[in-house]
């Protein structure tokens, strides 16, 4: 618009090479970290799994 190219001029030095340079990363240290999370979550879950069965019981000891 005419009003952000007044304020910012029309090089914004913002190209698709520098925003994946930027947001891939990010997504990749994002990812780690909440698969990172989920297992923290739900590990004890697979403790109690059952192969045979194939569900998960709790098993009485």
């Excluded at 891939?24 to 698969?35: E, G, Q, Y």
């Excluded at 923290?40 to 697979?46: E, G, K, P």
Aim: cysteine-free.
């Amino acid at each position: 618009s005419v009003y952000f190219t007044s304020l910012y001029g029309s090089d914004t030095g913002l190209s698709f090479a520098t925003w994946m340079a930027i947001g891939v990363p990010v997504a990749l240290i994002t990812t780690l970290l909440a698969w990172i999370w989920l297992q923290v979550l739900f590990a004890a879950d697979f403790k109690y799994y059952d192969h045979q069965r194939g569900s998960l019981s709790k098993q009485q000891n």
